[in-house]
């Protein structure tokens, strides 16, 4: 059973620090996401279905939208990780995120060698963390988190390692799928993709295979990951019951969402609640 120790956030989306043992289902994010192993076990994460290497000397880099999953070695010791969640208009509020606009990519390879100071960054955000969930009544983490954050990035982008096969560039973002994007983030219910493969003019099998090839992921993967978000902001707003919480994300049952979340996350809602640091971590 995976361990969430504590997620913070901010302006810049989410940090979390967990020790994991339970296996992540293929999934997305519209963030840019990255892992970092801070202890424990070696290991590997699966992202557009190819294994990479998670250590110590490693970082995974999880560009808007890509799938990706991880599966534990049985009998293997749990691994830690520090895990970020950045927001594409934070980045640009910083300077970077060329490309951030709808699919581009902002890391060329899903994997980067970690340099003395990016561990150095990754250390000190490990402990910040760490610190405020020792203290019995949690506090804001003071300092200059931004700079850290971008520090951060700027490293592990000099250290990304180039992809052997270079994936092939997809086709021309159509304006039909920008709709069936819009359609898809502003539909409180979780929406019938027929549905919204009609509203915009197209097919059930034509939408689903122009979505694919603009996209590079399938339009139910986008929809979780929209309704994950959701859950998020839900556990990170409201001290609401969870069984009232599954219903205003249309689940039929309170399982059923537990179930999603742990899918997604690697922890069940509760668990992801207890861990929330009061005040932020930012300044």
């Known amino acids: 059973m995976s361990d969430p120790i504590a997620t913070a ?14 296996p992540l289902a293929i999934h997305v994010h519209h963030h840019l996401h990255i892992i970092l192993k801070v202890g424990g076990s070696n290991t590997g994460f699966a992202v557009k279905g190819r294994l990479y290497p998670a250590t110590h000397s490693t970082a995974i880099l999880i560009n808007r939208w890509e799938p990706h ?4 070695v049985p009998g293997q010791a749990p691994t830690r990780f520090l895990t970020l969640y ?12 060329n490309g951030l606009d709808s699919f581009g990519r902002f890391f060329p390879s899903p994997i980067a060698d970690r ?8 250390d000190h955000l490990h402990d910040l963390i760490l610190s405020s969930t020792q ?23 000099k250290g990304t390692l180039r992809s052997p096969s270079p994936e092939g560039r997809r086709v021309a973002y159509d304006y039909r799928i920008r709709r069936a994007m819009h359609l898809l983030h502003s539909s409180n219910a979780p929406p019938q993709l027929d549905e919204v493969a009609e509203e ?4 059930r ?8 090839k603009c996209t590079g992921v399938t339009p139910n993967r986008v929809s979780n990951a929209i309704r994950m978000e959701r859950a998020i902001t839900l556990l990170t707003q409201s001290s609401d019951p969870m069984a009232d919480l599954a219903e ?3 689940f039929a049952t309170p399982g059923n969402f537990s179930r999603f979340f742990k899918s997604q996350i690697g922890i069940n809602p509760n668990a992801f609640r207890r861990t929330m640091i009061a005040d932020g971590l930012h300044r």
Do not use: Y
């Open 135 to 157: 203290s019995i009544h949690p506090v804001s983490i003071t300092g200059d988190l931004s700079g850290l954050l971008v520090d951060l990035v700027q490293a592990l982008q």
């Open 9 to 22: 956030f901010g302006p810049f989306g989410r940090i979390g620090v967990m020790d994991m043992d339970a």
């Open 86 to 97: 950045l927001e594409p208009e934070w980045l640009r509020d910083m300077g970077l995120g």
């Open 115 to 122: 340099s003395d100071w990016a561990n150095c960054i990754t």
């Open 205 to 212: 099998p034509h939408f689903f295979d122009l979505f694919k």
């Open 248 to 250: 205003d994300l249309h």
């Open 200 to 203: 915009v003019g197209l097919s």
């Open 69 to 72: 999953a991880w599966s534990p």
